[in-house]
């Protein structure tokens, strides 16, 4: 007996010496791999000091991986990581701002650019050095690679001025981590998130004077990525570019939406792109909804590429309606893009008591619910309206006609909770903001 737990009293010991050994190790380990981000971050501070852009070309990419890793293996903070990421770009400011109370306050949407933008190339297998520059022009050749086979996709994405007076951005890793989805769809390389949300954060810290202080009021954030070869050979260009611009921008939309249901163009087909932020997909659309628009409406309301029969879109938002009490959205099939602003919509709608479901629904499913009195709100979600109210859909010779919105309404409550969170007056349970 005795000499049973005298056994079981050595093995205990060895297991606790051997997790404390693991544990040493671990932390051994963890202290490693902040000294190689510490000693890249030295070395690539100095060389972009130094002006040799070749050494800090060289160091981009391991310090990248680097930071990147340590972030992955909970071995830097989050603060830590960001602080070190904003240090990855070189910037350039401009002599003279633009800047006025009337450009930051009543400009048109995407019509006015801040002083600066990000400016960070891909070539021969790796990122050179990002850079912060003065907004203006850039040359190119003719035979530009998106300029003939399109090879270019974007994102957009908000920063707001939040109650305590600081700045935050509004889930940018889903929008990072989207650009890097239709990255891949268009046969162009991953982007580093170290480059792209550090690079994104000391600009927005540039440019932060130009944050509206008007009610919805942000600064809008435009990431846009290409191929930048001059060949007409039918390819993936050995060559890329991102440049992320800010403009200050207020609500989209002045008044609910008119909607007309598009049956001759569609927008997207299964094994499409129509769930990448591809440019072409946008150009494809443009005709739709200037027809659309000359009839009296705002867009149109998207159908499925194959039966013209199951709603998708609401113009260049995703599209929810209010049916028997439920918010309903269609399903992410491939075809539509998976919105942001919709992922935030359906997590918001549960929480806040209202059902949500993503299945499909049909425009004579819509019709017949309207005509019952059970189909009784529908609106658009998207980062440039947030929610934007819709008033009415015609669909061939009927037309949908939703009353006006009011505090009681799913979209309002739905839109007064989701800017709350975004401008810091609610908690930020999600970890949705990214502090500035």
């Not at 050595?10 to 981000?37: D, F, G, I, P, Y």
């Not at 890097?180 to 170290?194: D, G, K, Q, T, V």
């Not at 007309?260 to 769930?275: I, N, Q, W």
Request: hydrophobic letters at 40%; glycine letters at 8%.
């Amino acid at each position: 007996m005795a000499q049973g737990q005298a056994t079981k009293v050595k093995k205990k010991k060895k297991s606790v010496l051997k997790r404390a050994a693991q544990s040493r190790e671990r932390a051994e380990v963890n202290r490693a791999n902040r000294t190689r981000v510490r000693t890249l971050m030295r070395r690539l501070r100095t060389a972009i000091t130094a002006g040799d852009a070749t050494a800090a070309g060289n160091l981009l990419q391991p310090t990248m991986s680097a930071i990147d890793q340590a972030i992955a293996k909970n071995v830097l903070h989050e603060n830590t990581a960001n602080r070190y990421k904003s240090r990855l770009t070189l910037a350039t400011r401009v002599s003279h701002s633009r800047l006025t109370e009337a450009l930051r306050e009543n400009s048109e949407f995407g019509a006015t650019f801040s002083d600066h933008m990000l400016v960070a190339d891909w070539e021969a297998g790796s990122w050179k050095q990002p850079q912060i520059v003065p907004f203006g022009p850039i040359s190119f050749s003719p035979a530009l690679t998106p300029f003939h086979y399109g090879q270019a996709i974007f994102e957009g994405f908000k920063a707001h001025r939040t109650a305590s007076s600081g700045l935050a951005l509004f889930r940018p890793r889903d929008n990072f981590a989207r650009l890097n989805r239709s990255a891949a769809r268009l046969a162009m390389p991953e982007i580093p998130e170290s480059l792209f949300l550090g690079g994104v954060a000391e600009l927005v810290r540039l440019d932060r004077e130009w944050i509206p202080h008007r009610e919805g009021g942000a600064l809008y954030i435009r990431p846009t990525y290409f191929g930048i070869d001059d060949t007409l050979l039918v390819r993936p260009a050995n060559r890329f570019r991102l440049i992320v611009m800010t403009c200050p921008v207020g609500p989209y939309f002045s008044q609910p939406i008119r909607l007309l249901a598009e049956e001759r163009f569609v927008r997207a087909f299964p094994g499409g792109t129509g769930d990448s932020k591809a440019a072409g997909n946008y150009a494809g659309g443009l005709l739709a909804a200037r027809i659309a628009q000359e009839k009296g409406f705002h867009n149109v309301l998207w159908l499925d590429g194959v039966e013209r029969r199951y709603i998708e879109e609401s113009g260049v938002m995703n599209v929810f309606f209010v049916l028997d009490g439920k918010a309903i959205t269609p399903p992410l099939s491939g075809t539509i893009l998976p919105g942001v602003t919709r992922d935030s919509a359906l997590t918001l709608l549960r929480e806040m008591g209202t059902a949500a479901e993503e299945r499909q629904i049909s425009i004579d499913e819509a019709l017949s619910a309207h005509a019952a009195g059970k189909l009784t709100e529908a609106f658009g979600a998207g980062t440039a309206a947030i929610v934007a109210p819709i008033a009415c859909i015609q669909y061939r010779d009927r037309e949908l006609q939703f009353s006006p919105s009011t505090a009681s309404s799913v979209a309002a409550k739905l839109r007064s909770r989701l800017v709350a969170i975004q401008t810091g007056r609610e908690p930020d349970t999600h970890n949705w903001l990214l502090s500035v």
